[in-house]
């Protein structure tokens, strides 16, 4: 599987690009998986999803999580236009959508029958108010995130707290206990990555001996900006002039302001 992208344009002042990509040893499908989607005029959610390999169909689990946020997401929407005049913060948006999510994904696992082991896929979700420029991002397991430069890694050593693992609980205490939650407002550039961004290694011969920083460059360097498919072409510029490309599936989103 190749590159994709997806590109926004919000009168100018911002464009988002995404990327999707199967890992080099990964054969049959990529397990990885994102979304973006507008709540409204102002309002925009994305989120990466990466499902886990030795679990059971990991490309079922994180797609799962991202339909079930698209139709949170859409319903979000509906319920805004009737709600005009209630003021809410990121953090608050995003918590209501955590908590329906929980909700669904619960309720779809015991229609289905489902397993915890098919459950298993990271998230990293972001909710972004584009007419304050402020927002909040929540990582459950790993992920890596980049605000205006500043890039933060979340590595748990393979063994990442699924939100699978917390369906039980009370939603109210678990997400209080949630310490990868990030804050941040007056943004110009922000990424936020599955881990597979961490896992670019040599797999052909090329002629530059050059050494790069993959992680930096993707989420950071300006280089094919003013074009929609940057991602789509960096990903492409390593691959052909650096010889690498991520072993593990990667899904990224990466918003720049104009």
Not at 3 to 21: D, P, R, V, W
Not at 117 to 128: A, D, G, N, P, R
Not at 196 to 219: A, C, N, P, R, W
Request: hydrophobic share 35%; glycine share 4%.
């Amino acid at each position: 599987m190749t590159a994709g992208y997806f590109s926004y344009q919000e009168k100018q002042l911002m464009n988002i690009y995404t990327t999707l990509q199967i890992g080099d040893y990964h054969t049959n499908h990529c397990e990885d998986y994102l979304l973006v989607k507008k709540i409204s005029s102002n309002k925009i959610v994305c989120a990466v999803m990466d499902g886990c390999s030795t679990a059971l169909d990991s490309h079922f689990a994180s797609t799962l999580i991202g339909k079930i946020l698209r139709k949170i997401i859409i319903e979000a929407g509906y319920k805004e236009l009737y709600e005009k005049d209630i003021q809410r913060s990121p953090d608050e948006d995003l918590k209501e959508i955590l908590e329906n999510l929980f909700r669904e994904i619960s309720l779809i696992k015991k229609s289905l029958m489902l397993d915890e082991k098919e459950l298993l896929s990271t998230l990293t979700i972001m909710l972004y108010d584009t007419q304050k420029n402020e927002g909040v991002i929540l990582v459950t397991g790993d992920g890596v995130i980049c605000i205006n430069g500043n890039i933060t890694e979340f590595d748990h050593n393979n063994k990442p707290d699924y939100l699978a693992y917390h369906l039980h609980e009370n939603f109210e205490d678990w997400y209080e206990k949630q310490e990868q939650r990030l804050f941040f407002k007056d943004i110009e550039d922000i990424s936020i990555s599955t881990d597979g961004i961490l896992t670019f290694s040599k797999i052909k011969k090329t002629e530059s001996d050059q050494k790069i920083d993959f992680v930096t460059y993707l989420m950071v360097d300006q280089l094919y900006s003013e074009t929609e498919d940057m991602l789509n072409k960096k990903l492409k510029n390593l691959e052909y002039q650096f010889g690498v490309k991520p072993t593990d599936d990667l899904a990224m989103i990466r918003i720049k302001r104009s």
